[in-house]
């Protein structure tokens, strides 16, 4: 099969196993490390490569990819579903996750040095999380609400035979239809949160895709190629050209420093041309 050679954006979120801990009671407790009695580790995971509102997929295809320890007689032993998830991360150009800054790289970066594996290859990482804290102030920044403001297709799964904790619990006891019920939770994760990718992220101006493109034609992140001009974007060293989509009215701002030589010398030095006698 060819090899995918465009832009690759992976859609990923991990599901973790709770410590095991002893304790004496509910509040207040300080767990010291002699009273862990199992750590945690990776229990399963669903990655898909992101589809954007055009239709357009970054990725060899638009398949949901999942793995998990569903299968393993020993739920610690999590090495070959890492070994999977790596391959995916070696490979992505754009990781996409909801709060996967704080949580699932790190989480993950730690199952691999604890298995001896090496870092993926490098890639950049959209947080849903950090988009709408940086945009919006929303009454809750959690998937499970931002799926339900945002998406209409896909939301964030609530109704479940095993709620809250008991789907991890009935998991690690080995129950088959939690499991199962694991596998859609995870999946549809994914799924809410590449769509409300597709509703918010002309919000973000973190990254331009425009950089993974070798085409000449500027083309939004949406899929269109039709801008306005809207003046220009100010620094406080340099003046940008500034233009918006005209679908999804992302900005786009140039990269060329428009001041004259003579005006970036003053701005850069704060020393006001000497008048002529």
């Known amino acids: 099969?060819?090899?995918?050679?465009?832009?690759?954006?992976?859609?990923?979120?991990?599901?973790t196993s709770p410590l095991l801990v002893w304790c004496w009671g509910l509040f207040d407790q300080n767990i010291g490390l002699n009273q862990i009695k199992q750590d945690w580790n990776v229990l399963s995971f669903s990655a898909k490569w992101y589809e954007g509102a055009d239709g357009k997929?970054?990725?060899?295809?638009?398949?949901?990819?999942?793995?998990?320890?569903?299968?393993?007689?020993?739920?610690?032993?999590?090495?070959?579903?890492?070994?999977?998830?790596?391959?995916?991360?070696?490979?992505?150009?754009?990781?996409?996750?909801?709060?996967?800054?704080?949580?699932?790289?790190?989480?993950?970066?730690?199952?691999?040095?604890?298995?001896?594996?090496?870092?993926?290859?490098?890639?950049?990482?959209?947080?849903?999380?950090?988009?709408?804290?940086?945009?919006?102030?929303?009454?809750?920044?959690?998937?499970?609400?931002?799926?339900?403001?945002?998406?209409?297709?896909?939301?964030?799964?609530?109704?479940?035979?095993?709620?809250g904790f008991s789907l991890w619990k009935e998991c690690l006891a080995n129950n088959k239809r939690a499991w199962a019920e694991m596998k859609k939770y995870n999946s549809y994760d994914i799924l809410s949160l590449e769509e409300l990718y597709q509703k918010i992220g002309n919000w973000d101006t973190s990254i331009d895709f425009n950089v993974y493109n070798d085409s000449l034609e500027v083309v939004c992140k949406c899929g269109s190629k039709q801008f306005i001009s809207k003046g220009y974007h100010y620094t406080s060293v340099g003046k940008f050209s500034r233009s918006k989509c005209v679908k999804c009215g992302a900005e786009t701002r140039g990269r060329k420093n428009l001041l004259t030589k003579e005006k970036k010398e003053t701005v850069r030095t704060g020393t006001p041309r000497s008048s002529s006698k």
């Open 1 to 15: 099969m060819k090899k995918f050679e465009g832009l690759k954006i992976l859609v990923l979120d991990i599901e």
């Open 57 to 163: 997929v970054y990725g060899p295809n638009n398949k949901v990819i999942y793995h998990s320890l569903a299968n393993k007689k020993d739920k610690t032993d999590d090495r070959d579903l890492l070994e999977e998830v790596w391959k995916l991360l070696d490979e992505t150009d754009i990781l996409l996750t909801q709060n996967g800054v704080r949580f699932d790289n790190k989480k993950l970066n730690a199952r691999f040095a604890l298995h001896g594996m090496t870092p993926p290859s490098s890639f950049k990482h959209i947080d849903t999380l950090q988009i709408v804290k940086r945009n919006f102030s929303l009454t809750s920044n959690k998937l499970e609400y931002l799926s339900d403001k945002f998406c209409t297709k896909y939301k964030k799964m609530t109704e479940r035979e095993f709620a």
